[in-house]
DNA sequence: GCTTGTTTCAAACAGGCGTTTTAATCCACG
DNA sequence: CGTGGATTAAAACGCCTGTTTGAAACAAGC
């Protein structure tokens, strides 16, 4: 009875792989058998049929992706410090989707993409605390904002981060795969950080070199 | 010879509106034909198999794309106005994506996401000259900036309108249909332009109820 | 040891897929 | 009219899909 739940845990990791790379369609469940040492017939003994297990490999890989770093961006610290901190872990997951271990992320943004009755838990309770978090960051900066402009500004902080999950095929044969690798976690979250901060009022904008001018230099006499 | 070229034309659209909202994989060969009123054989005939066929509907709907407002950026304009005008027209198409008769740009989006060998023509013919139109206008801001940094603030702008194509599913469960539908074409071009125009130093940033200070009312003593 | 319930396995199932075959149809030209 | 090449049509082909079957293997209780 419990013996055999190692069946059921291998399949279910074996078909996130498979889902997060293929798509629900284009996986097959005779290769996810394979990769779990299963008998297709496991499958439906265990989940019953194919739309099951895509579900519930989703949900499993929800509840084993976040947890640690739920609390990262500091409630003390200033608006700015928070938001260089959300745009930090956010764009750091982004990136670390490309890993090739990191399908649970994968998935879970393939089910965004392509909502199926999985997708309401990853929504409750992954996604909306974080956006939720952002606009409370937002709001920090224009508190007086109607909702309208707050989902824009939110959008326009999200937008920039996940594009560099979304557009890197194109990136790629844009400005070469160098280019791509050029932009590093420090660079894009200082980049998309200063952009935003800057479109906000807090830090001064690029100057004609593209280059930001931090707080150290702005009061130089300071220190 | 000539006469039977429409059962072709028929198929290449059939093809292009079933592979842009279900993917190559997905479009069924029969259902293409049943849209175009055509013999399943007749793909094999005019194509040789469905590969090419897809090919040739991407091309085909390249071709008949673009063309009109290629140049739709005024050259002699300001770059403030330019830069405007640019993510006018870019925010344009990517909304229009969403309307059913714009399967033409949903199959371009989709072939240079899951690149095959029809992307060469596309990111030629229709990308590249887009992007580097985008950083010619960033670099009369920036004229020193590095390659690196102009890549970085390029995919600042893309980031921000494409994403209204990518996380619209997410973004109606987050916000609301209603939500995703107060941000329009007018809002968001003007939401954008501000956006990056101030992060680059050329407007005021946005005020503490998250509006944005237009010339009329800088230079108030003025006119 | 036998029974009972659970889990695995090889094999087969029906249906859909892209592709091919073979014959029928069309149409222009001599 | 008749001939030949281009186009269409119906049917079948082989393959692969998700799913199901029925029996075998296994462990536990009496």
Redesign the pocket.
């Known amino acids: 009875?419990?013996?055999?739940?190692?069946?059921?845990d291998r399949l279910l990791q074996a078909a996130g792989e498979e889902f997060a790379c293929k798509g629900f369609?284009?996986?097959?469940?005779?290769?996810i058998?394979i990769r779990a040492?299963?008998?297709?017939?496991?499958?439906?003994?265990?989940f019953?049929?194919?739309?099951?297990?895509y579900i519930e490999a989703v949900l499993e890989a929800h509840r084993c992706g976040p947890g640690a770093d739920e609390e990262a961006v500091d409630p003390m610290a200033g608006p700015d410090e928070q938001l260089r901190s959300f745009i930090r872990h956010f764009l750091g997951r982004v990136l670390a989707m490309q890993a090739p271990d990191d399908w649970r992320h994968r998935l879970m943004l393939r089910e965004l993409l392509h909502p199926s009755s999985a997708s309401d838990a990853l929504i409750r309770e992954s996604i909306r605390p974080r956006f939720d978090q952002l606009q409370r960051i937002l709001q920090r900066f224009c508190p007086e904002a109607e909702v309208r402009r707050l989902n824009a500004l939110a959008f326009s902080v999200i937008g920039q981060c996940l594009h560099y999950k979304m557009a890197r095929p194109i990136a790629e044969r844009l400005i070469g795969p160098e280019g791509v690798e050029a932009l590093d976690l420090e660079f894009l979250t200082d980049h998309i950080a200063t952009f935003c901060l800057a479109a906000l009022g807090v830090v001064p904008p690029f100057d004609t070199a593209g280059e930001s001018v931090r707080e150290e230099s702005r009061s130089s006499a300071g220190s």
Do not use: F, P, Q, W
């Open positions: 009875m419990e013996s055999s739940e190692a069946t059921r369609e284009c996986a097959r469940i005779r290769e058998c040492s299963a008998n297709v017939a496991a499958v439906n003994y265990h019953g049929d194919k739309e099951k297990l």
